[in-house]
């Protein structure tokens, strides 16, 4: 089980780089078996995907989470500036209540939990980028797309009450196209 929270001093400001060492310290804990486990999860987790979209959507998600977890564990970068404290409340609280609810499911998988809420946090509030990478494909030929400093999801307003997505806290906008 993760400590995210134990490691944070939610009543006050926390800066990026503190955010940052915590998942880093999280996802060092993580072996690559469990991350192969993960990856093989996200697979399997596919097939419920419209059949002409799985294979991209399943290499986009597996290569996307992959590489990120590469990228935590080895950024150096000395992040400036603070977290949003309500918005890191706010994605705390969705994220623990969804694993709450996924823990009694049939398929559920600790592992691709763990990395879930390490890559959602990393994504969201270190790097300010969407949780979905940029090219992210979705039905109907729609994708994540970055517009300068603005990044455009396909089906933001769609998943914004589902309490399976974070979509909530992803710092994604909704692409006004769709």
Do not use: W
């Amino acid at each position: 089980m993760l400590k995210i929270e134990e490691k944070l001093d939610l009543s006050g400001e926390i800066k990026k780089i503190d955010l940052l060492l915590v998942l880093k310290k999280e996802v060092s804990n993580i072996h690559i078996k469990d991350i192969m486990r993960a990856c093989a999860f996200l697979r399997e987790d596919a097939k419920y995907v419209q059949a002409n979209y799985r294979e991209g959507f399943a290499k986009a998600y597996v290569e996307g989470f992959i590489l990120r977890v590469r990228d935590l564990k080895n950024d150096k970068t000395n992040y400036e500036g603070c977290v949003d404290m309500d918005e890191l409340k706010k994605a705390l609280k969705l994220l623990k209540d969804q694993r709450a609810q996924i823990e009694l499911e049939e398929n559920y998988d600790p592992c691709f939990s763990d990395l879930y809420v390490i890559m959602s946090l990393y994504t969201t509030f270190v790097l300010e980028e969407p949780v979905h990478v940029v090219g992210t494909p979705f039905p109907g030929g729609l994708e994540v797309k970055q517009l300068d400093d603005t990044y455009l999801c396909p089906v933001k307003d769609k998943q914004k009450d589902n309490p399976r997505a974070v979509c909530g806290f992803c710092i994604a906008e909704q692409d006004p196209k769709v």
